[in-house]
């Protein structure tokens, strides 16, 4: 068990990373016809949700991709490094059950696109990035709490 403890740092240090790498880098890449393509980033398509004006979109889009996952890793990282803190682990369960709503979301609009004729899609390095900092930071709250019980 202590050696799974001694690896928190590198598992935090390596959802951080992964969560932003998932968040600038591309989710996906959606071909029509032979000339246009493209190749969005979970950034680029809040930003144009934003300015189409769908700002209730963005703003959910941005708070369960975004925000939540941010804090979580927050919360993780708070206590990871302050034990006294180890309690929020708990209460940040509530976030862990969305965390991989967007990965399934993309899933779908891949799914879609290539069932519906009118595009092809392929997965990009960003939904990978985006999923491994969700596996990544599920695992270092395990830790945490299995460190937690330990303690006691």
Not at 10 to 23: E, N, P, S
Not at 51 to 61: F, K, L, N, P
Not at 64 to 73: D, G, I, M, R, W
Not at 128 to 140: D, H, V
């Amino acid at each position: 068990m202590r050696i799974v403890v001694a690896a928190l740092p590198l598992v935090l240090f390596a959802a951080t990373f992964c969560f932003g790498l998932g968040l600038i880098l591309p989710i996906a890449v959606f071909e029509s016809f032979i000339f246009f393509s493209e190749t969005p980033s979970l950034v680029d398509i809040l930003a144009g949700l934003w300015h189409e004006g769908d700002v209730a979109i963005a703003a959910i889009v941005g708070l369960f991709s975004v925000a939540f996952p941010a804090a979580k890793l927050v919360v993780l990282h708070m206590a990871a490094y302050h034990p006294g803190r180890t309690h929020w682990v708990e209460r940040v369960g509530i976030l862990s059950k969305w965390s991989m709503a967007d990965v399934l979301v993309v899933a779908l609009a891949i799914f879609a696109a290539k069932t519906s004729g009118l595009a092809s899609a392929a997965t990009q390095a960003g939904i990978w990035f985006y999923a491994a900092a969700t596996l990544l930071s599920a695992a270092a709250a395990l830790i945490l709490t299995n460190r937690a019980r330990i303690d006691r």
